[in-house]
């Protein structure tokens, strides 16, 4: 499985972007994908998930602000960051999960939020 994001780069806060990533290859009908997130010095953490059946998980700093949807023909996720706060800066990765033992991750694309 490849996975191609697109999307990010320098934003105001409170202002708005929009996240892509496209998974090619393999792809699994019963698969999960999401962003997680990596700020300078700290763990790459969950920020949203959507599994194929529509069911989402969000981290709690970005409930309410944030927004993850996918479109299965087009095996491809969105995630639409609105309110936008410095400390949503981070390199972003996209990723696929099928079932547990099948995990890819995307290059990371960077997310700056200016105060």
Known sequence: VQLQASGGGLVQAGGSLRLSCAA??????????????????KQ????????????TNYADSVKGRFTISGDNAKNTVYLQMSSLKPEDT????????????V?????????????
């Open 103 to 115: 995990n890819y991750w995307g290059q990371g694309t960077q997310v700056t939020v200016s105060s």
């Open 90 to 101: 981070a390199v972003y990765y996209c990723n696929y999960q099928y079932r547990a033992w």
């Open 44 to 55: 790459r953490a969950l920020v949203a998930t959507i599994t194929s059946g529509g069911s």
């Open 24 to 41: 090619s290859g393999n792809i699994s009908s019963g698969k999960t994908m999401g962003w997680y997130r990596q700020a300078p010095g």
